[in-house]
């Protein structure tokens, strides 16, 4: 299985900051590569698909990049409703597809 | 509205049986693959299972022979039966519904999930 590590696992920001979240695969997994947010209590919702491409609905301050193993999640001016947890996850070795651990945005 | 709505969530023993729903509304069923993900209380998003539009079905090691997951489209319904369940499996188990970039696959639309407690 490919495993999905994200890093880091948890970071203090503030409201109007620049965050960026990394997702490393153990092998390539080319540009197969989602982001997800959720919210406490609430389900997974989609942000990023096929590594860059911005879901429809979802801000433009949301961004991704990267391709084989290594891939970025930026939100550029952080605001209030995105202290979440952000998941990566990897489709390229269907049907075994993997997460990343999670990575927790809170407030400073 | 396009949305998936889980059920059959509960209590259940070590060893015991449960079935889940999920019950499908605002898009063609029949044309997406299907996967359930769980939830551990505080912890990440795992992967269950998933059934395709032509009833292929794929699951990890962790649940493969113990868990199955079925469709019937007349009814726009997705299920999993889990059965011999661990006091591990508890969760809350969410339906997902998959689309595709080329084949670049995400998952697009999610339930709100249902919990799965598995304790004597």
């Known amino acids: 299985d490919i495993e999905m590590t994200q890093s880091p696992s948890s970071l203090s920001a503030s409201v109007g900051d620049r965050v960026t979240i990394t997702c490393r695969a153990s092998?390539?997994?080319?540009?197969?590569l989602n982001w997800y947010q959720q919210k406490p209590g609430k389900a997974p919702n989609l942000l990023i698909y096929?590594?860059?491409n911005l879901q429809s609905g979802v801000p433009s301050r949301f961004s991704g990049s990267g391709s084989g193993t290594d891939f970025t999640l930026t939100i550029s001016n952080l605001q209030p409703e995105d202290f979440a947890t952000y998941y990566c996850?990897?489709?390229?070795?269907?049907?075994?597809?993997?997460f990343g651990g999670g990575t927790k945005v809170e407030i400073k | 509205e396009v949305q998936l709505v889980e059920s059959g969530g509960g209590l259940v023993q070590p060893g015991g049986s449960l079935r889940l729903s999920c019950a499908a509304s605002?898009?063609?069923?029949?044309?997406?693959?299907l996967h359930w993900v769980r939830q551990a209380t505080g912890k990440g998003l795992e992967w269950v299972s998933t059934?395709?539009?032509?009833?292929?079905?794929y699951y990890p090691d962790s649940v493969k022979g113990r868990f199955t997951i079925s469709r019937e489209n007349a009814k726009n319904s997705l299920y999993l039966q889990m059965n011999n369940l661990r006091v591990g499996d508890t969760a809350v188990y969410y339906c997902?519904?998959?689309?595709?970039?080329?084949?670049?696959?995400?998952?697009?639309?999610w339930g709100r999930g249902t919990l799965v407690t598995v304790s004597s």
């Open positions: 997902a519904r998959a689309n595709f970039l080329g084949l670049r696959m995400y998952f697009d639309l």
């Open positions: 096929g590594a860059s």
């Open positions: 996850q990897q489709t390229y070795n269907l049907p075994q597809l993997t």
């Open positions: 605002g898009f063609t069923f029949s044309s997406y693959d």
């Open positions: 059934i395709g539009t032509s009833d292929d079905t």
């Open positions: 092998q390539s997994v080319r540009d197969y």
